[in-house]
């Protein structure tokens, strides 16, 4: 139960006068470091040694793929 003494006209006006001056201030203060957009921009350890992307990996043929399941008797 809330006590009587406390306004919460007081705390519903500092909740939105915060949100207001978080807004309004968001620009200011540390930032965070932008994230590279182009590609160009990437660094030499996201390389490979063919000079692609580590991650850029061709999907492999569905008639090479072969799948084995082994089931244990209880």
Do not use: C
Not at 35 to 44: A, I, W
Not at 53 to 69: C, F, G
């Amino acid at each position: 139960m809330i006590p009587q003494h406390i306004s919460w006209e007081g705390h519903l006006s500092g909740a939105l006068v915060g949100l207001v001056l978080a807004f309004y201030f968001r620009k200011q203060g540390p930032q965070r470091e932008q994230e590279p957009d182009d590609e160009d921009e990437m660094e030499n350890d996201d390389l490979d040694d063919n000079g692609k992307p580590y991650w850029d990996v061709p999907e492999p043929n569905r008639k090479d793929l072969t799948v084995v399941y082994r089931f244990k008797r209880k």
